[in-house]
């Protein structure tokens, strides 16, 4: 397993771009989950996963931060860090990478395993809990991001 993952290289389309001339926020949201998918892919989680399992992911819960600006032709790509699972659920941390080095943006994701049947919330059946307990395994030596587990607030002075 690579630690962390890496995807291949994408890059900012036109219908992205916001009346400002750079990339909306929501697109930032979309290159985390192409990524992403690559992840999922290789851990048994994608689109094969709920087409024959009927078995799936869904978002709970994400927080994106917002480094620098992306802007039309970009070439970037998505990390994919597990730092948490459970029967139920995976926390990842991800950065979006320009292919020049900089850091873009970051998210952090919490994930439910769903039976698409209930649709509920459902234990990861024994294969698909081996590979996140492989992928856990590689990138718990990786540190641990400096981003993940902010919280969104105002910091005050002492009056």
């Not at 999922?40 to 689109?47: E, N, Q, T």
């Not at 900089?102 to 049947?117: F, I, Q, R």
Request: proline share 5%; glycine share 6%.
């Amino acid at each position: 397993m690579p630690a962390p993952f890496v995807s291949s290289v994408m890059e900012v389309e036109k219908a992205w771009l916001d009346y400002n001339g750079h990339m909306n926020m929501a697109y930032y949201n979309v290159l985390f989950d192409r990524g992403g998918e690559e992840a999922l892919d290789l851990l048994g989680l994608g689109a094969a996963y709920a087409r024959d399992r009927k078995l799936t992911t869904y978002t709970a819960e994400i927080h994106v931060c917002y480094v620098r600006e992306l802007h039309l032709g970009d070439k970037v790509t998505a990390t994919f860090h597990l730092l948490d699972h459970d029967e139920k659920r995976f926390r990842v941390y991800q950065e979006l990478h320009h292919v020049d080095g900089w850091l873009s943006a970051t998210s952090e994701t919490l994930s439910l395993h769903v039976d698409m049947n209930g649709p509920k919330v459902a234990p990861f059946p024994q294969d698909i809990m081996a590979s996140l307990d492989a992928m856990r395994a590689a990138h718990a030596a990786l540190p641990t991001p400096e981003r993940a587990g902010r919280s969104i607030g105002i910091k005050r002075k002492p009056a």
